[in-house]
């Protein structure tokens, strides 16, 4: 299953985004913070407990500067995915950010989960443009 969110203009420089997003730790900012609990988190590592969803753990694993993260799940995750962060140079010295899930899930639970999945990953492009505007 792939999910793209929505791309966002944020109003900071392409680096400047790039290096907010590189450190994990930053992530609980975006993260609602009414559908997670058990917030731990190191610059490469986080995890959490969402709510309807359990326990989501994330590691970068790669980066290509200022327009590039790669992320993994990490621990004990119900699914199996990768989640990409694409920081793209906007007009007026501002980035363009969107993210592209790719999940291994049966279609079982890809009913159950689509769409808080969707919601979860646009709502943290959304947070993180509220964050800078």
């Not at 900012?29 to 753990?57: H, N, R, Y």
Request: aromatic share 10%; with cysteine.
């Amino acid at each position: 299953m792939i999910i793209e969110t929505n791309h966002r203009i944020i109003n900071k420089s392409q680096k400047e985004v790039y290096n907010f997003l590189l450190d994990m730790n930053n992530f609980k900012q975006l993260f609602p913070q009414d559908k997670i609990s058990d917030w731990e988190a190191t610059a490469e590592i986080c995890s959490m407990k969402v709510k309807s969803m359990g326990t989501l753990g994330l590691k970068r694993v790669a980066s290509t500067a200022n327009s590039l993260i790669y992320l993994d799940s990490h621990g004990k995750v119900p699914f199996k995915f990768t989640l990409n962060i694409f920081i793209s140079k906007a007009e007026n010295n501002k980035a363009k950010v969107h993210l592209i899930f790719d999940g291994v899930i049966n279609p079982f639970m890809k009913m159950m989960v689509e769409k808080p999945l969707i919601e979860f990953f646009n709502g943290l492009v959304i947070k993180l443009e509220e964050n800078y505007n």
